[in-house]
């Protein structure tokens, strides 16, 4: 952001509700936002502001503001649903605790970053991780115009209900990920848990590792392209699939249309269904 500030706050500790709110074309550096007081939204609906080398232990320090960098900061267990409704921002090299960290925010970049967060940015727009270790529950849970690289996932229940997902160079073990997602792409990734990607639509892995039980079930417009599964029994169940898979897979059951051709399948399951299953395995 340019440096256009007008007021400059420094070393000193604050715990007044609202302590700044409003705040606008202010810096903010080696501040603690902690104390007795215990005050709620110390920088709520400011504009246009850094905020650099802080720590919070407040609830709900950063609403409904817009325009502005988080620098080398950090939040803690206590600063509960920390940024909500933010607009145009930048994070880098923070820590961020608490649960619901990042909820209803647009256009915020996120680079270099720790987060361990339970439901984690959920209903976000425009959102980017570049370097980030994550530790959450429902993490991006029903956002949409993501884009993630070199992401260190671990949790449950990731990408649910996404939309709009591109993801490079990543390392995610989670369960159940991907669950109703539509338009996803990923990109040169370890994908380890189970149940991948369960009714999603326009799912497409290329270069993935993929392991666990069950994974890419009821889906719609799916493509494999050129991705090892490791440890994977009863796959594709249902789904529409254009799968090319390199190695083995342990199990393949009722797929329901589409291709898939992989070097060996341990088990093709054609079993008693209530919907009609047409598709096609190959083995090289």
Same mark, same amino acid.
């Given at each position: ?5 007008e ?6 500790t604050?715990d007044?509700?609202r302590?700044f709110?409003?705040l606008m074309?202010?810096?903010v ?5 902690a ?5 709620e939204?110390v ?6 502001i850094r905020? #650099?080398?802080c720590n919070f232990?407040?609830?709900?320090p950063l609403?409904h503001v817009e325009?502005?960098?988080?620098i ?5 267990e ?7 409704y933010?607009?145009?921002g930048?994070?880098s090299g923070c ?9 209803e ?5 996120l680079?270099?970053?720790n987060i361990?967060?339970p439901?984690?940015?959920?209903r976000?727009?425009?959102?980017k991780?570049?370097?980030i ?5 429902y993490?991006?849970?029903?956002s ?9 996932f ?9 939309k709009d997902?591109?993801?490079n160079?990543c ?8 669950w109703?997602?539509?338009? @996803?792409t ?7 848990g #189970?149940?991948l990607?369960?009714?999603?639509d ?6 993935c590792?993929?392991s666990?039980t069950?994974?890419?079930c009821y889906c719609?417009?799916?493509?494999l392209?050129n991705?090892?599964?490791e440890?994977?029994?009863l796959?594709f #169940?249902?789904?529409?699939?254009n799968?090319d898979?390199i190695g083995n897979?342990?199990?393949?059951k009722?797929p329901?249309?589409?291709?898939i051709?992989?070097?060996g399948?341990g #088990?093709i ?11 096609? @395995?190959?083995i090289?």
């Amino acid at each position: 952001m340019k440096n256009t500030y007008e007021i400059f706050i420094d070393n000193d500790t604050y715990d007044a509700e609202r302590a700044f709110y409003g705040l606008m074309r202010a810096a903010v550096n080696n501040c603690t936002f902690a104390g007795p007081a215990d005050g709620e939204s110390v920088l709520k609906e400011c504009r246009e502001i850094r905020v #650099e080398n802080c720590n919070f232990s407040l609830r709900y320090p950063l609403w409904h503001v817009e325009k502005f960098d988080l620098i080398n900061s950090g939040m803690d267990e206590k600063t509960r649903a920390a940024l909500w409704y933010c607009k145009n921002g930048n994070i880098s090299g923070c820590n961020l605790s608490g649960i619901k960290a990042l909820r209803e925010c647009k256009s915020v970049i996120l680079n270099n970053c720790n987060i361990v967060s339970p439901e984690f940015g959920w209903r976000c727009k425009n959102i980017k991780l570049h370097d980030i270790k994550a530790v959450s529950e429902y993490f991006m849970f029903e956002s949409k115009n993501l884009v993630l690289d070199g992401v260190d996932f671990t949790g449950k229940y990731s990408f649910q209900y996404t939309k709009d997902v591109k993801i490079n160079d990543c390392d995610f073990t989670t369960k159940d990920a991907f669950w109703h997602s539509k338009n @996803v792409t990923v990109k040169n990734t370890l994908l380890k848990g #189970e149940y991948l990607g369960w009714y999603s639509d326009g799912l497409t892995l290329i270069n993935c590792t993929i392991s666990g039980t069950q994974p890419l079930c009821y889906c719609k417009n799916l493509r494999l392209i050129n991705c090892r599964m490791e440890n994977c029994d009863l796959s594709f #169940e249902y789904s529409d699939v254009n799968a090319d898979i390199i190695g083995n897979v342990l199990s393949v059951k009722n797929p329901k249309s589409g291709k898939i051709t992989a070097d060996g399948v341990g #088990e093709i399951i054609f079993a008693e269904n209530n919907i009609p299953c047409k598709g096609k @395995v190959f083995i090289r």
